[in-house]
């Protein structure tokens, strides 16, 4: 059975520094991975997603994911971030159905 | 076009009541899902259609929980008995399919149920 964590609760960074956030999983062969955006008081918004073919993926709002086999991750990247990130993300993983994380929180301070 | 809708926004019950919450999926998404989303944790699935094929309802935490659709398009998540434990915020998704493990969920702003 495939699993997904992420291992940050929350992250703090400044408007305008670079973002990575973490998530790890757990499968046999390669999943389907993808990240989701929560804004508050909304639903969730596809980021970007993994399937096949070019292990870096650029996803909207300026956000790329990278997916390393060997260290199987698929961490999530910005250079440059907006206090609108503020927001929670999600990874999910995706064999026969899709699995979420428990969540990480962006704060960003001015 | 129109997004994936629910109703209501919040609910405040009390314990022992029946709630239902609504989800209108987005036109010709054939994929629907539920998930329970508490306080602090992730997304928690409860259930999912896929067209006229048998729904997949091995998240339904207990018999209190059930969920029913209208063709291809309204669902309604009836909680019975409401319990304390059930207060979360409950979201819909909905998707064109394209296999289940592929398909890009559009969600829904969610429902808040407090239950007292």
């Known amino acids: 059975a495939q699993s997904v964590t992420q291992p940050d609760i929350h992250i703090t960074v400044s408007e305008g520094a670079s973002l990575e956030l973490r998530c790890n999983y757990s499968y046999g062969a390669t999943p389907y991975l993808f990240w989701y955006v929560q804004s508050p008081g909304q639903g969730l918004q596809l980021l970007l997603k993994?399937?096949?073919?070019?292990?870096l993926v650029q996803g909207i709002k300026g956000f790329e994911a990278e997916f390393k086999r060997s260290q199987s991750s698929f961490n999530l990247r910005k250079p440059s971030v907006h206090w609108s990130d503020a927001a929670e993300y999600f990874c999910a993983v995706a064999a026969d159905k899709i699995i979420f994380g428990k969540g990480t929180r962006l704060h960003i301070l001015p | 076009g129109a997004g994936v809708s629910q109703s209501p926004s919040n609910k405040v019950t009390e314990k022992g009541k029946d709630v239902e919450l609504r989800c209108d999926p987005i036109?010709?998404?054939?994929?629907l899902y539920w998930y329970r989303q508490r306080l602090g944790q992730g997304l928690e699935f409860l259930i999912y259609?896929?067209?006229?094929?048998?729904?997949?309802k091995s998240g339904l935490p207990s018999d209190r929980f059930s969920a029913e659709r209208t063709g291809e398009s309204v669902s309604t998540l009836t909680i019975q008995r409401t319990q304390q434990e059930d207060s979360a915020v409950y979201l819909c998704a909905s998707s064109s399919p394209s296999g289940r493990a592929k398909e890009t969920q559009y969600f829904g702003p969610g429902t808040r149920l407090l239950v007292l």
């Open positions: 036109s010709g998404h054939t994929a």
């Open positions: 993994y399937f096949s073919g070019d292990t």
């Open positions: 259609f896929q067209g006229n094929s048998a729904p997949d």
